[in-house]
């Protein structure tokens, strides 16, 4: 007994689960031929056997005559034995898909998904920022190491290696991804090895999926054309970023706060994007129009200056932002919509 079960610890998950069909099917047909009269058809001998194995025992089907009574105690011995063999077999499986989950091991299915490559402290904001916008996304993170950083988190998923391999970012769903953000590498002292690396990921980013809006984060502003050369979206310069915001904070009291409320969905008004308005001509019309609304005309695209030129006609592949609250927002949206 001790060999067969040590054997059978060992037998694959699909031979097992062949085996019990097996097994069950032809203990339900030697019970049907041994007691005919007490069954009354194959279905409920499948019915009995199914029952004595999970050992729930009902009592509406049993046994009769000496050989069909050895042949039930020949069901407890080696049924029920093959059934916890089974059921723990399921449960090792579900833990093993969680040992995986953690370890970064499975791929992602999904689409519409942002993708977080290295993992850091801004990563991780990232996360909160990005669930606050879309409460039912799902988020990719991609990193060297080998523990997922969110685990508790449902729709955060792990992919473990590294984020310039062809491999991973197939594994992480690039294809299908809405957007990917790379974040410096906090594990390399250099600058400018981290924005090598960065750089490196972004080449591979836009050969495998050109589509998918790719936003870095650079070091060093004077890399910025390099990273242009391989057609990233955006960029955002980490340090230089934080002593600008730093300096505005000495000089301009408040300065920083109003920044912060821009670029943080959770502190105040936020910025967002409006569909065009077929009635509206000019930038005049729409910025008149939306302040009535309760929303400020900044921008179109990146051009912060087109309320100094609101005589000009709206091109016809305008992208309008607006800042306002949410619910202004979802209500310009709604109507122009």
Do not use: C
Request: hydrophobic share 45%; net charge negative.
């Amino acid at each position: 007994m001790l060999k067969l079960s040590t054997m059978m610890t060992n037998v694959r998950k699909r031979t097992i689960g062949l085996s019990i069909l097996l097994f069950v099917g032809i203990s339900a047909t030697v019970a049907f031929l041994l007691e005919p009269d007490t069954f009354g058809s194959w279905f409920n001998s499948f019915y009995w056997v199914m029952t004595t194995m999970a050992t729930v025992g009902y009592g509406d089907f049993f046994a009769k005559t000496v050989i069909g009574k050895i042949f039930t105690i020949f069901l407890y011995i080696f049924g029920i034995g093959l059934l916890s063999l089974v059921i723990g077999k399921v449960i090792d499986a579900i833990a093993e898909i969680g040992r995986q989950r953690r370890a970064g091991r499975l791929p992602f299915f999904g689409e519409d998904h942002v993708i977080l490559i290295n993992w850091s402290k801004k990563a991780q904001a990232a996360v909160g920022e990005i669930l606050s916008y879309t409460p039912d996304g799902h988020i990719v993170v991609i990193d060297e190491s080998g523990q997922h950083p969110l685990e508790q988190m449902k729709q955060v998923h792990f992919i473990s290696g590294d984020p310039s391999s062809d491999d991973i970012l197939v594994k992480a769903g690039l294809a299908k991804a809405k957007a990917a953000i790379i974040f410096g590498d906090i594990r390399i002292d250099e600058p400018a090895l981290v924005d090598g690396k960065s750089l490196l990921i972004a080449s591979s980013i836009e050969r495998i999926a050109p589509d998918v809006h790719t936003t870095v984060e650079i070091m060093q502003e004077k890399n910025v054309q390099n990273f242009r050369h391989v057609r990233v979206n955006d960029f955002v310069l980490s340090h230089d970023a934080v002593s600008r915001l730093a300096v505005r904070a000495a000089l301009q009291e408040g300065n920083p706060e109003v920044i912060t409320q821009l670029i943080s969905r959770s502190h105040g008004d936020d910025i967002y994007e409006v569909p065009v308005d077929r009635s509206w001509k000019t930038y005049g019309d729409a910025f008149q129009d939306l302040l009535r609304q309760g929303a400020t005309l900044i921008a179109d695209r990146h051009d912060l200056g087109i309320n100094r030129r609101l005589d000009d006609p709206i091109p016809a592949d305008a992208r309008l932002y607006v800042v306002s609250d949410e619910a202004t927002y979802r209500k310009i949206a709604g109507k122009t919509g």
